[in-house]
């Protein structure tokens, strides 16, 4: 058994407790391979901040970011076992200044982090680990997918229209944003619509309609990438916007006509 398996098995064994790890401050964290599409569970320290969690993808001051963190970049859906409770949440990461900031507050709270940023010259990654609304269907959880995705490219345009320009920071969080996207669309075309399409015929015009829009997400979000890579900042914002106006319209069409069959498949599905 490895030492994280131990841990992890201790800690729900014992409502959150674990010998080594006296102070308390430790939850698990599921996050879904990137890969494989399985549960992947790691024990993390945390820290509060107001209704929030922080996380660092720390790594023990590793130049490589870890596993979970690439998992969450893709899908910021996870779930949090704190003590006896079991929630899920959005993890989110920090930008620019508010990452700073809230690396800050980590620190003071647990110094170690600090010794594990000045081991590596990667910036160590804040995680904004946020509680969301019960997910009890299936419906539930694509609603909590779409509103993750509609206040993200919010962010990304107010930060695009900053008069900075392209920081490093704004197109850290375009690519994290278009990763997740990729990944929510790809899911869908290859298990959610074949699973619709079989138990609701009806619905086949209306899958290769939303199939069709994502393909059309697909292609300007490839031309978004290839004017943040030019550093083309003008533009970027236009392609963005035009990005935001594509993405809101197939997100709602998407709940529209989905929403419904989705309501009566249990969340987390069985099995």
């Not at 809101?248 to 599905?269: G, K, M, S, Y």
Request: net charge negative.
């Amino acid at each position: 058994m490895s030492f994280t398996t131990a841990i992890i098995d201790e800690f729900r064994a014992n409502n959150g407790r674990v010998t080594h790890f006296p102070d308390g401050d430790l939850l698990l964290l599921t996050t879904t391979g990137t890969k494989t599409g399985t549960d992947h569970t790691v024990p993390l320290g945390y820290v509060h901040h107001g209704d929030h969690l922080l996380v660092i993808a720390s790594n023990a001051g590793s130049d490589h970011h870890p596993d979970w963190y690439h998992n969450v970049l893709a899908n910021p859906a996870v779930r949090v076992e704190l003590g006896t409770d079991t929630f899920t949440a959005i993890a989110t990461p920090a930008q620019g200044a508010h990452r700073d900031d809230l690396f800050d507050h980590v620190t003071r709270t647990a110094p170690g982090y600090a010794d594990h940023q000045r081991r590596t010259t990667r910036t160590l990654p804040v995680l904004v680990l946020t509680r969301t609304a019960a997910v009890t269907t299936f419906a539930d959880k694509l609603v909590e997918v779409h509103t993750w995705l509609r206040e993200q490219i919010r962010e990304i345009q107010a930060e695009a229209g900053a008069p900075a320009g392209l920081k490093p920071q704004l197109r850290q969080h375009c690519l994290t944003f278009c990763e997740a996207l990729t990944f929510h669309h790809t899911s869908e075309d290859d298990h959610v619509f074949p699973g619709i399409a079989t138990h609701h015929t009806h619905l086949a015009d209306t899958l290769d309609q939303l199939r069709e829009e994502h393909k059309t997400v697909a292609r300007i979000k490839n031309d978004l990438l290839a004017l943040l890579a030019d550093r083309n900042t003008t533009g970027f914002r236009t392609e963005l916007d035009r990005l935001a106006g594509e993405l809101n319209t197939h997100l709602d069409r998407e709940e529209h006509w989905l929403l419904p069959v989705l309501a009566d498949i249990p969340w987390p599905p069985a099995g």
